[in-house]
């Protein structure tokens, strides 16, 4: 009977062990806004993403605010601000707009299908560096996909919380499932062992989870037009990297708990309730 309920609450334990590691991944870089921040905030130095940033603040620059004698120095200015120290606190802040525009819940008013991102303070920034005596009072909004991409405000928002609950009870499950596994287990090297294999698993698991989101988030942003689409891509391409980073290390510490319960296992043999 205790071999028995040790084993059963080791596979409760593997499971749990499977589920927690990819949905506590989500919940803390992707849902949790300042979690996503640190995860987007590495990629504010990727060319593409300074590239296409730069274009829309100078057509902002020479359209939307209509100052035609900055327009001959506002192209190189604005390269000049998505290349300095100063970019990469405003890109955070257009960032953190897009997470909110997801995860928050819909404005009851206004219009929900379209993702629109305020650059007005990254305009100023380079207005301000051509040494014309204005300001633009804003808002200037990028839209970042067409109506019918298939993304609305809120997307994600009841998704996250089911994902956060998620996180949550499988690290509880997960916890317990495995000091209980232990404290009844007779050969506690060979359960020790198994969930190693566990957080195998589970890095397997977040590593198939992050290819699938990948590949679903693309598809999601196709509505996009080209250049905005290739600093998606990249946003995207940039967070799955951090998943599969992070993945890579809860297996070799998976490993390194299989090979730790072998040796406990040789170690010891049958524990003395056994003999």
């Known amino acids: 009977m205790r071999t028995f309920l040790s084993g059963l609450l080791t596979l409760v334990a593997m499971a749990a062990i499977v589920l927690a590691f990819p949905s506590l991944w989500v919940k803390e870089r992707l849902v949790d806004p300042e979690g996503f921040v640190t995860t ?38 604005a390269r000049a ?8 606190a405003d890109f955070v802040d257009v960032m953190s707009q ?18 629109q991102l305020d650059i007005t303070d990254m305009v100023n920034r ?37 994902i956060t609950e998620m996180a949550y009870w499988s690290l509880v499950v997960a916890v317990a499932g495995s000091v209980l596994a232990l404290l009844i287990a007779r050969r506690r090297g060979t359960v020790l062992a198994w969930l190693g294999v566990g957080l195998i698993g589970s890095a397997a698991f977040a ?25 998606a891509r990249v946003i995207i391409d940039g967070t799955v990297a951090d998943l599969h980073h992070l993945a890579l290390i809860v297996g070799a510490v998976g490993a390194g708990v299989v090979v730790v319960g072998f040796v406990a296992r040789l170690a010891f043999g049958r524990s003395p309730a056994r003999r």
Do not use: C
């Open 126 to 162: 380079v207005i301000a560096q051509t040494n014309v005596d204005a300001r633009v009072t804003g808002p200037i909004l990028v839209p970042l996909n067409r109506d019918g991409s298939g993304l609305e405000a809120g997307r994600y928002h009841d998704v996250g919380q089911q």
């Open 81 to 88: 601000y998505t290349h300095s120290d100063a970019f990469e």
């Open 207 to 231: 590593w198939a989870v992050g290819i699938f989101f990948a590949e679903r988030a693309k598809q999601e942003v196709d509505g996009t037009e080209d250049a905005g689409r290739e600093v």
């Open 40 to 77: 987007v905030t590495p990629m504010a130095q990727d060319d593409k993403v300074q590239d296409y940033l730069a274009s829309q603040i100078s057509s902002s620059v020479t359209e939307q605010a209509n100052i035609p004698a900055a327009s001959d120095a506002v192209e190189p200015a």
């Open 98 to 115: 897009q997470h909110a525009w997801l995860f928050d819940p819909p404005p009851a008013t206004g219009d929900t299908t379209v993702m």
